[in-house]
Each structure stands twice: as structure tokens, then as C-alpha cells.
């Protein structure tokens, strides 16, 4: 019954008409069946010398591992009769000294590429930090300190958080001053000074 089926797998295959297979890996494992969508995934994968990647083995000590390796060759494992295949097209060396143990042929299906973020808006966490300007207070509590310096008369208990200012209503005179230096601080950045008045 399996010779039948095989035949007519071979049989479509050679008049390039589709036919279908079941497969269960679980039973019978096979590198040589690869899912459709496995496939399909891969040859829309653009592979270079030099690209990195993980691919997965299994192990007795661990289960599954991942390695990382380079690819070192493309081309095809054998020309004369599985011209432009890309069973084991790739050559590739690995990270790890048990690289002995792992194959220098792979096919683009088995592994995964390494890619590397490219950022078009850096995340928070890579903001360049901006020098600070002579003379101006770095947070809130250097201002409050430098007010109360340079006007003891107010006391301790003057609280410049909460104090609202007559320029902008609503915000502390500590919120108004920090917007200044933002302000200032993006006017030279970008080439322009503020007008004096």
C-alpha cells in the first residue's frame, strides 16, 4: 500500500501536478518532508555570507538548544543532479567548540536569522541626554534651593512647588522655569535664539 502511494506521489510529481501527503512526524521523523508554510516562510527569507543565525538541536543532556552560527558558503550541495536546490545550500561555521558535533550543511529552512533592531525612533532608554546649560538648576529641587538662597527672607516653609506664578496660570513657578530652560535649550540646538526683549 505504501509503494501505491509513493508511485502515485512520484507520478505527480513528475508530470508537475500536485498531490498530497500525510505525515506524522511524531511516528516516523523525516528531514526530508518540510511543511508548506515552513517552506514557503524560508524562500522569502534573504539569506548573505556572513548573516547570523540559531538553529535548534536536540540534545541528551538539555532537550532542545539553540546555537548560533555564521553563514560561511551558499551554493549548492550537489550541482549535477540537484542544480539550484536549496537542500543544504548553505555552508555555515558555528559559535560554540562542540561545532564538531553540528552539521556545514544546512538548508534555509532549519535555521533562524539573527536580525538586528533598526530603530527609526530611538526607545526612551537611548534618548541622547543634552549638556546642562551654566547656571541653570538640574531638577526641581536645585531651583527651589537657589530661590530660597538667593531670598531668605521667604523661609523654609516656602514652598515653590505649589506657588503659582502670574505669567502662566496654573503652573508653579518651578513648572514655568523648566519650561524656560527647555525652551532655551531647543532654541540653540536648532540654530535660532530667542529674541531679547
Known amino acids: ?3 501505491g502511494i509513493l508511485a502515485a506521489a512520484a507520478h505527480a510529481a513528475a508530470n508537475n501536478s500536485p498531490f498530497t501527503i500525510f505525515y506524522n512526524p511524531r511516528a516516523s521523523p523525516s528531514e526530508f518532508v518540510v511543511p508548506l508554510a515552513k517552506y514557503n516562510k524560508a524562500m522569502y527569507t534573504q539569506v548573505s555570507l556572513g548573516m547570523r ?7 541528551e543532556e538539555c532537550g532542545v538548544r539553540r546555537y548560533m552560527g555564521t553563514i560561511t558558503g ?10 539550484n536546490s536549496q537542500w543544504r545550500n548553505l555552508q555555515v561555521g558555528w559559535d560554540e567548540s562542540t ?7 544546512v538548508s534555509i529552512w532549519d535555521i533562524e536569522p539573527v536580525v538586528t533592531p533598526f530603530y527609526i525612533c530611538p526607545p526612551p532608554f537611548f534618548r541622547p541626554r543634552f549638556p546642562k546649560q551654566p547656571g541653570m538648576p538640574d531638577n526641581d529641587n536645585d531651583v527651589e534651593n537657589a530661590f530660597k538662597r538667593a531670598m531668605p527672607w521667604l523661609g523654609d516653609d ?27 535649550l531647543a532654541a540653540a540646538q536648532s540654530g535660532l535664539f530667542p529674541s531679547m526683549v
Open 99 to 105: 561545532a564538531g558535533e553540528r552539521p556545514t550543511r
Open 74 to 83: 551558499i551554493s549548492d550541495l550537489d550541482p549535477v543532479r540537484w542544480k
Open 53 to 59: 543565525f540559531r538553529m535548534m538541536f536536540e540534545t
Open 1 to 3: 500500500m505504501h509503494i
Open 158 to 184: 516656602f514652598g515653590m512647588k505649589d506657588s503659582p506664578n502670574s505669567i502662566f496660570p496654573g503652573l508653579s513657578l518651578v513648572q514655568w522655569m523648566n519650561m524656560q530652560q527647555n525652551n532655551q
